[in-house]
């Protein structure tokens, strides 16, 4: 069984800073991985998500994340975030066997973006 | 395009009383369906889901029960509800195929409160 883990609850930053989420993932086959972000009383909503190939994963709203697979991580980043930012991202894995089409979900990181 | 819809968005139910939620996926055909549960500061679980008509696999023993009586209608259910039912449920969908690194999508969501 895979577990996914977001190191950091709650993340404050002010506008026009960078940030940082951060992504664990523990399986022992390949797994496919995703950011999801839900805003107050909504949905949640795919960021970006890695299958193969570059690293480096570019998404929506200027978000990228990079895929290490010696340190078994997915961090989720932007240069510079905006108060529209405010909301939680949770970061989500899935075997890459194909037989298993199910989503594990970490917990969640809340990011507040204060002016 | 396809859309996913949800309802109610709110509920407000007495202990013991019964539970109907609706979700229909338009612009798909035999989408994969599926039901989660979001309970604050622990993610999301994996209530349901669904291949197929009247196909349904439940993750985890509790007090509801799902149905798909349409292709592309899915309803969740509980015949007495507990106060531990209360939380955020969500719909989601994913294309028919046995892939795991499909997006999944979801409804807006509808918060249910037993009290």
């Known amino acids: 069984a895979q577990s996914v883990t977001q190191l950091d609850s709650q993340v404050p930053v002010f506008e026009e800073a960078p940030v940082e989420l951060r992504c664990n993932y523990s399986?022992?086959?390949?797994?496919?991985l995703f950011w999801y972000v839900q805003y107050p009383n909504q949905g949640l909503q795919l960021l970006l998500k890695?299958?193969?190939?570059?690293?480096l994963v570019k998404g929506i709203n200027g978000f990228e994340a990079e895929f290490n697979k010696s340190q078994t991580s997915f961090h989720l980043r932007k240069p510079s975030v905006h108060i529209s930012d405010t909301a939680e991202y949770f970061c989500a894995a899935a075997n890459s066997g194909g037989s298993n089409y199910k989503l594990t979900f970490g917990k969640g990181t809340l990011l507040t973006v204060n002016p | 395009s396809q859309t996913i819809h949800q309802w109610p968005a709110t509920l407000v139910q007495p202990v013991g009383s019964p539970l109907s939620l609706e979700c229909t996926v338009e612009?798909?055909?035999?989408?994969?369906l599926y039901w989660y549960r979001q309970a604050a500061g622990r993610g999301l679980q994996l209530l349901f889901y669904?291949?197929?008509?009247?196909?349904i696999s439940s993750e985890v023993p509790q007090n509801l029960s799902a149905s798909r009586p349409q292709d592309r209608q899915f309803i969740l259910s509980s015949k007495k509800l507990l106060l531990s039912d209360s939380g955020f449920y969500l719909c989601a969908w994913s294309q028919p195929h046995r892939f795991s690194g499909n997006t999944i999508y979801f409804g807006e969501g509808s918060w249910l409160t037993v009290v």
């Open positions: 612009g798909t055909s035999n989408p994969n």
């Open positions: 890695y299958l193969s190939g570059s690293t």
């Open positions: 669904s291949v197929g008509i009247g196909q």
């Open positions: 399986s022992s086959v390949s797994v496919y």
